[in-house]
């Protein structure tokens, strides 16, 4: 946890993400501080960060290499401004990468553009 008060986050702040993901005191500290690496890497910053941890609190309490992997298929999927998609929609941070392969591939079978896909991304929110 001190990593999230070292970050900025209010004690207050952190005990409602607590109340929302109550596994997140099992975390230790290198794995959060190892996820706010990979998002500073993508582009975020402090304040996406903040958002996306208020938001989706059950980031803080993936495995970092899964996310690792998503982080890759969206780059290799061609999705840019990482920051930004993720920042608006910070759920998609709660799926695999072979869960968004899947439903990129749902969404083409619908007709979908590669456009209208990635549209449905953004306006997507993933529980």
Same mark, same amino acid.
């Given at each position: *946890?001190?990593?999230l008060i070292?970050? /900025?986050?209010?004690?207050?702040?952190? $005990?409602?993400? *607590? +109340?929302?993901? /109550?596994?997140?005191?099992?975390?230790?500290?290198?794995?959060?501080? +190892?996820?706010?690496?990979?998002?500073?890497?993508?582009?975020?910053?402090?304040?996406?960060?903040? #958002?996306?941890?208020?938001?989706?609190?059950?980031?803080?309490?993936?495995?970092? #290499? +899964?996310?690792?992997? &998503?982080?890759? $298929?969206? !780059? =290799? &999927?061609?999705?840019?401004?990482?920051?930004? &998609?993720?920042?608006? #929609?910070? !759920? &998609?941070?709660?799926?695999?990468?072979?869960?968004?392969?899947? *439903?990129?591939?749902?969404?083409? $079978? =619908?007709?979908?553009? $590669? =456009?209208?896909?990635?549209?449905?991304?953004? +306006?997507?929110?993933?529980?």
């Amino acid at each position: *946890m001190d990593v999230l008060i070292r970050f /900025g986050f209010s004690i207050e702040e952190i $005990k409602n993400m *607590m +109340d929302a993901n /109550g596994e997140i005191d099992t975390v230790s500290d290198k794995d959060i501080y +190892d996820i706010i690496e990979i998002l500073e890497k993508v582009g975020c910053q402090n304040q996406h960060i903040k #958002n996306i941890f208020l938001c989706n609190p059950f980031v803080i309490t993936r495995n970092v #290499n +899964d996310i690792h992997h &998503l982080i890759s $298929k969206l !780059y =290799e &999927l061609g999705f840019t401004s990482l920051f930004s &998609l993720l920042d608006f #929609n910070p !759920y &998609l941070l709660n799926i695999s990468d072979v869960e968004l392969e899947k *439903m990129i591939e749902d969404k083409k $079978k =619908e007709g979908l553009s $590669k =456009e209208e896909v990635f549209d449905s991304i953004y +306006d997507t929110i993933l529980y």
